[in-house]
């Protein structure tokens, strides 16, 4: 069976966000079922396993499973929690959210796995973000209702012209921005420059440029919104955000001698917020940190998951 579109865009994100949860291989000394080389052995589903690079090959394991062998997909799924769970243990365990986000990618493929859904078997996980009062479990619970509306229209945006889908991909931000209580500013005009908006984050203020295009960002156009950026008060600070994601000569050439004020933000990350993997105040944090520590404009949500969101 040939996977849809749809289905594997789903599965390429599901490899990201499971990356963290096994090893692909296990350490030479170590129990080899706890490994996603040791599940697909074990489900006879090793043809699959392809090996080397682990995102690449997680995400043919669970193509080939769901396109090859789709009753052994629930099984798959199950068994790569359940390891987790061992392999993770109390110093990082899996989290409630994490299982709740694992269940949305499942049931969009076309299955529910009762397990995973059990509320006894989710009341024993702890919460990644626990509710701090009232006020907070409101805000989590409009959240929680709002995301996935957003989510629905960021995908139907594929089906709109080029310049219709960028003035949709503006609103799109203003709201997905205010349902994060960040304030946004729609797009403003300046003498001979152009600004997609701003939004107040944390004490500061982030000036914001967004392309939706089929190439990636590149070097040429950080610069120019670091110079709108830079040319503004001390505290500025940009948010590129580019939905196709960022070339890696680009950022190189932007990192080469030069202090970076700007975050990047690709579609996968939006992805990642909209489906409740992160919060986008979280995400903006865990990045403006990894800008001001290691001079990166742009670190992947995988690599964020993979260091634990630190």
Known sequence: ????????????????????????????????????AGIATDLELEKYWTGGSKRPAIAALLEGTLSQEKSKFC????????????????????????????NDYIQKLGFKIPELWDPKFLET??????PKNEEEIVKRKNLKNILPLLLNELVGFNKLAPQERGYAFEKFLTVFFSAFEMHPRSPFRLVGEQIDGSIDFEGNTYLIEAKWQTKLVGNDELLSLNGKVGGKATWSRGIFISYSGFSEDGLLA????????????????????????????????????????????FVPVQELIINNFK
């Open 75 to 102: 099984s798959l799924m199950t068994q790569i929690v359940n390891r987790s769970i061992k392999y993770r243990g109390k110093s990082d365990p899996i989290s409630r959210e994490e299982i709740e986000l694992l």
């Open 1 to 36: 069976m040939v996977l849809s579109l749809a289905e594997t865009q789903i599965i390429s994100e599901m490899a990201d966000f499971l990356y963290s949860f096994l090893p692909g291989k296990p350490h030479p000394y170590a129990n080899r079922s706890i490994s996603f």
């Open 254 to 297: 932007f990192s080469r001698g030069r202090p970076t004020n700007l975050i990047g933000i690709s579609g996968q990350d939006l992805y990642f917020v909209l489906n409740g993997g992160m919060q986008l105040d979280r995400m903006i944090s865990i990045k403006a940190r990894r800008a001001a520590e290691e001079g990166r404009v």
């Open 125 to 130: 996980l702890p919460t990644s973000i626990p």
